[in-house]
């Protein structure tokens, strides 16, 4: 149902948009997220959105470096990713769920569906 692209690899200070498409754009997708992995590290929420009367979250270390939107129809997500660094090398994956998360809705074990991952490389 999730399907990621728009990874690649970039210089440090660069940027990368990295888009989800949604097959299936039903309440299955009431909060969406991008969460990222590498390694031994464990899985992070990056950004989450649930829906347009809440405001998006965002790790600390991402906060005004990356921005999450959704297109009206909420068949995709996006997340813009400018001045990377290279500790933002990653395998980074879109999630959905059906329910309303509250607080800050960064927690995998939440997201019931999850697309294959895009990897994001930066030297």
């Known amino acids: 149902q999730l399907v990621e692209s728009g990874g690649g690899s970039v210089q440090a200070g660069g940027s990368l948009r990295l888009s989800c498409t949604v097959s299936?754009?039903?309440?299955?997708?009431?909060?969406m997220a991008w969460f990222r992995q590498g390694g031994t590290r464990k899985r992070e929420g990056v950004a989450a959105?649930?829906?347009?009367?809440?405001?998006?979250t965002y790790r600390a270390s991402v906060q005004g470096r990356f921005t999450i939107s959704q297109d009206s129809t909420k068949a995709a997500v996006y997340l813009q990713m400018n001045d990377l660094e290279p500790e933002d090398t990653r395998m980074y994956y879109c999630?959905?769920?059906?329910?309303?998360?509250?607080?800050?809705?960064?927690?995998?074990?939440?997201?019931?569906?999850w697309g294959q991952g895009t990897q994001v490389t930066v030297s």
């Open positions: 999630a959905a769920t059906p329910w309303v998360l509250k607080g800050a809705a960064l927690i995998a074990e939440d997201y019931q569906y």
């Open positions: 299936e754009v039903t309440s299955s997708t009431a909060c």
């Open positions: 959105m649930c829906g347009p009367g809440k405001s998006p």
